[in-house]
């Protein structure tokens, strides 16, 4: 299982960023996904999930309204796309697989002005 987050990088307070998240090693159409985020001196978070089909999606509290994750399964490719950015939104972002252990390497979101 391999995980390759991109997409982020510093953004001021209201403007948006979109993640992807390639995935390879098993067969992502099979398999529900997730973003979590991990802020400095805090726990790793659940952000959005989304099931293997794309319908069925779920967010936490924080983000819901702003954030919408969306998967392309023929490209293998899981989203995140954010609008609305707080600086409390600054974290390494990253993408999992429901049923696997494996992390990426995260993609870092800097909210400031």
């Known amino acids: 299982v391999q995980l390759v987050e991109s997409g982020g990088g510093w953004v001021q307070p209201g403007g948006s960023l979109r993640l992807s998240c390639a995935a390879s090693?098993?067969?992502?159409?099979?398999?529900?996904m997730r973003w979590y985020r991990q802020a400095p001196g805090k726990e790793r978070e659940l952000v959005a999930g989304?099931?293997?089909?794309?319908?069925?999606?779920s967010y936490a509290d924080s983000v819901k309204g702003r954030f919408t994750i969306s998967r392309d399964n023929a490209k293998n490719t899981l989203y995140l796309q954010m609008y609305g950015l707080r600086p409390e939104d600054t974290a390494v972002y990253y993408c999992?697989?429901?049923?696997?252990?494996?992390w990426g390497q995260g993609t870092q979101v800097t909210v400031s002005s």
């Open positions: 999992k697989a429901v049923r696997f252990d494996s």
């Open positions: 090693g098993f067969t992502f159409s099979s398999y529900a």
């Open positions: 989304i099931g293997s089909g794309g319908s069925t999606t």
